[in-house]
C-alpha cells in the first residue's frame, strides 16, 4: 500500500517502510501505475490527480463534522491519529491542535520556523540570526539572538505547555523543537498513521 | 524643549505638549533651527544629524552597563522610564523587556503586528487575514481567523501574563494591543519619559 500526504512544496510517500519526498514543481504524478492513497492541500496537484484514477483522495472518508471547513485536510488526520494530546506539525506553519478522547477541541496557527526567521530578518537587519534552540528558556534574554529565539520559541513553548498534556511533535522541524520541547514524543508518520487508521475504517484495502 | 524619537520609518517629536510624527523619507532636520533632544536607532538618520549642532544625541548619557549591546537605544530609553514593570512596546517588532527595582532583566523580541500578518499571508493565502484583537483567549480557535489571531497573540499574552508584573504597553500598536492585554497601563509616552528622566539627570538643560 502505498501512501501519499502532498503538501505546498512536497509529495511525501511511504510505501511500505520506505518513506520519501518528491518536490511538487518536477513530479509526474501519472508516472506512477500503483494504486496510491492520498491526501493534498494543494489545490494545484489536485486537480492533475482527479483525472487519474489510481490515486485515490481518501480525505472524504473521514468523519469532517468536528473539524472546521477550512480545516487542513493535514491537521485532521494528523489529529485522527491521536486519541488524546496536542499535536504540534512543524512545518512551513506550526499548527497546534487539542484532541481530548478523540475530540478536536480546537487548534491554532504559528509561523514555521523558515517563515519566522524571514519575519525577523525583513523587521531589521539587526534581527537577521539563525535560531538558537538550544536557548535557556528560564533566562531572559540579554543579547540579540536569543532575544529573537525567545520571541518565537519560548512563547510557543510556554502556551503549549499551559495545556498540560502529552505533546505530539510532527513535520519536518520536528526535531529542532524536540529540543525546546524536551517531553515530547516525536512522531514523523503520525499523518500516515490517521491515514491507515482511516482507510481501516473505511475497508478501502 | 524639544523631544525627538527617531525610528526606522519617522521621526517622532514631542513640543511641550505637543506630539506629531514626521516621516524619514521627507523630512528635512537642517530646517529645525531650535534645540533638539534625540535618540535614534536609524543608521542613516544618525549620519544626517551628527553634522548638526543643535541636533542633540543623548544616548550616550544613559548608563548602558546593565543592557546588551546590540539593544536598541529606543527600548534602553523606555526602561530607563519605569522602576518595576513589563515594558510592552508595540512597533514594526513587539519588544517585551523586563525591569525590577530599576534594574533590566532581559527582555525578548516578537514580530509586530503588520510583519506578523504578513508572515501568515506569505505562508499561505488561506490564511490572509486580519487579526480579531476581541478573540476569546480561553477558546480553542475552530476557524481559520481566530486560529492565526490566537497563535500571534494568546502566545505572546500567556507568555507575558506568566510575569504576573505590572504590564506597560506603548508604542504605535499599543491600543490594539489593549484589547488583549486588558489589565495593562497604555503610555504612548513612555520614550519621552526616559528622555525627560536621562535629560534632568545629566543636567542638560
Chains 1, 2 share one sequence.
Request: glycine share 6%; net charge negative; aromatic share 12%.
Amino acid at each position: 500500500m502505498i501512501l501519499c500526504d502532498i503538501g505546498n512544496t512536497s509529495y511525501h510517500f511511504l510505501d511500505g517502510d520506505a518513506e520519501y519526498k518528491r518536490d511538487v514543481k518536477s513530479f509526474i504524478p501519472s508516472a506512477y501505475q500503483d494504486k496510491v492513497y492520498y491526501i493534498s492541500v494543494n489545490s494545484e496537484v489536485n486537480k492533475k490527480l482527479h483525472g487519474l484514477k489510481n490515486w485515490i483522495d481518501i480525505s472524504s472518508y473521514v468523519d469532517k463534522s468536528q473539524y472546521y471547513e477550512s480545516m487542513g485536510i493535514d491537521r485532521i488526520f494528523s489529529c485522527e491519529a491521536i486519541e488524546s494530546g496536542v499535536v504540534v506539525d512543524a512545518g512551513s506553519a506550526i499548527t497546534v491542535d487539542i484532541v481530548k478522547n478523540g475530540n478536536f477541541m480546537g487548534g491554532f496557527i504559528y509561523p514555521g520556523v523558515n517563515a519566522m526567521r524571514e519575519t525577523y530578518k525583513k523587521i531589521s537587519p539587526a534581527l537577521d540570526y539563525s535560531f538558537n534552540f538550544d536557548l535557556e528558556l528560564d533566562i531572559m534574554p540579554k543579547n540579540s539572538q536569543d532575544a529573537i529565539s525567545y520571541g518565537f520559541l519560548k512563547t510557543l513553548f510556554t502556551e503549549v505547555s499551559s495545556y498540560d498534556m502529552p505533546i505530539i511533535l510532527t513535520g519536518g522541524d520536528a526535531s529542532l523543537l524536540q529540543k525546546v520541547f524536551k517531553t515530547a514524543i516525536v512522531e514523523n508518520e503520525l499523518i500516515f498513521k490517521g491515514m491507515k487508521k482511516i482507510i481501516k475504517k473505511a475497508k478501502l484495502c
